[in-house]
């Protein structure tokens, strides 16, 4: 398994040089991006090429390390990066801005070659980088980068092989994932929505009114690590104390473009999704998204579906099933109800399944 360990960069008079180096892979990646116009353009003239592989913009790049004050194996993995971005969204990417209000944000990768790390210091062309290592490698790292945030603070990220295997519950539990609640289990544990962009929406308001850039860049960082922080917390307890999490397959993307769309992304569903899945893997218990529709109107109990429907039924959080007489909460009851759908699959330890 392949982790990502990130780490702060600890010395203030560093930024420069790093700083320097994001400015150089830029120029490569507009020069890839040169490239790959050009040859759209004689593409659609009668040329044969459309798209350079890698290995073109291998060769095209050779010689430019030394001018650009780069390592060889820098150079290729942002061509290789370009390559796998431009394969992914089937176009061309984006130029990479170095100055002006609208700049990028600062990158650069790098091999295990090239870097060499003792403790907490990391050298990159002979220059030393010290970073605060709160934890220690889960394994020997293969490659990784220089990351800059938007407030101007460098990270250095590294990508792990990770053998180890976290200890695994024997639980079972369903997420039926929302607004009200964030989250809500099929063993009745709920988990509330902090609401976190809300709580500092009229602070950022203000900031925001009287111009002060660095102000606004701090309250949504607060925004950004306070909900990640909650996020990781009651991740972290589902992974440990449950063999099998399922969770339905409600689309945020679908719902950000909605009248919920503030709420939606307040949530933050995709990544509550990303964390269990991960998480599940190293624990070596299984993570299972599956269809949720009929969830919510279906009872858990006789399985008639006898629930609140359409618009109308969206404010009752509360029913009686007309079978069977059961009480039911609304949100327990799809929780109950994924979970079933959940257990009619056996996926292999560590899996994600999307099941229809």
Not at 192 to 212: C, E, G
Request: hydrophobic share 35%.
């Amino acid at each position: 398994m392949e982790y990502s360990f990130k780490y702060r960069i600890k010395d203030a008079t560093t930024k420069k040089h790093l700083a320097r180096h994001a400015v150089a892979c830029n120029q490569v990646w507009n020069y890839c991006c040169s490239v790959q116009r050009e040859a759209e353009k004689r593409w659609k003239a009668g040329g044969n090429v459309k798209w350079p592989t890698m290995f073109d913009l291998f060769k095209l790049c050779t010689g430019s390390t030394e001018l650009l004050n780069l390592n060889s194996n820098t150079v290729n993995r942002i061509c290789r990066q370009f390559v796998s971005s431009r394969n992914k969204i089937s176009r061309c990417p984006k130029w990479r801005t170095s100055f002006g209000p609208k700049r990028s944000l600062g990158w650069f990768p790098f091999i295990d070659q090239d870097v060499r790390v003792n403790d907490a210091f990391l050298t990159y062309r002979k220059r030393h980088y010290r970073f605060w290592k709160d934890r220690d490698l889960g394994g020997k790292f293969n490659c990784g980068c220089f990351t800059q945030d938007a407030r101007g603070r460098w990270y250095v990220v590294f990508q792990c092989q990770v053998t180890e295997t976290l200890p695994t519950g024997t639980g079972q539990i369903g997420i039926d994932l929302g607004l009200r609640t964030l989250a809500t289990c099929s063993d009745g544990v709920k988990i509330p929505a902090l609401r976190h962009y809300r709580r500092y929406q009229k602070k950022l308001a203000i900031a925001q009114r009287a111009r002060k850039k660095k102000r606004v860049r701090a309250i949504h960082a607060k925004i950004r690590n306070s909900r990640r922080n909650h996020l990781h917390e009651w991740s972290n307890k589902l992974t440990r104390s449950h063999e099998l999490i399922v969770v339905g397959n409600v689309s945020s993307a679908k719902l950000a473009k909605t009248n919920m769309a503030k709420s939606v992304l307040d949530a933050s569903w995709g990544i509550l999704k990303s964390q269990l899945h991960y998480k599940a893997s190293r624990h070596g218990a299984r993570f299972i998204e599956v269809n949720e529709c009929w969830t919510t109107q279906t009872c858990s109990s006789c399985k008639a579906r006898s629930g609140p429907k359409g618009n109308t039924g969206r404010g009752i959080r509360h029913w009686t099933c007309s079978s069977c007489g059961v009480f039911h909460d609304r949100d327990i009851n799809a929780a109950i109800n994924i979970l079933n759908v959940g257990l009619a699959c056996q996926p292999p330890v560590g899996g994600i399944f999307g099941l229809s």
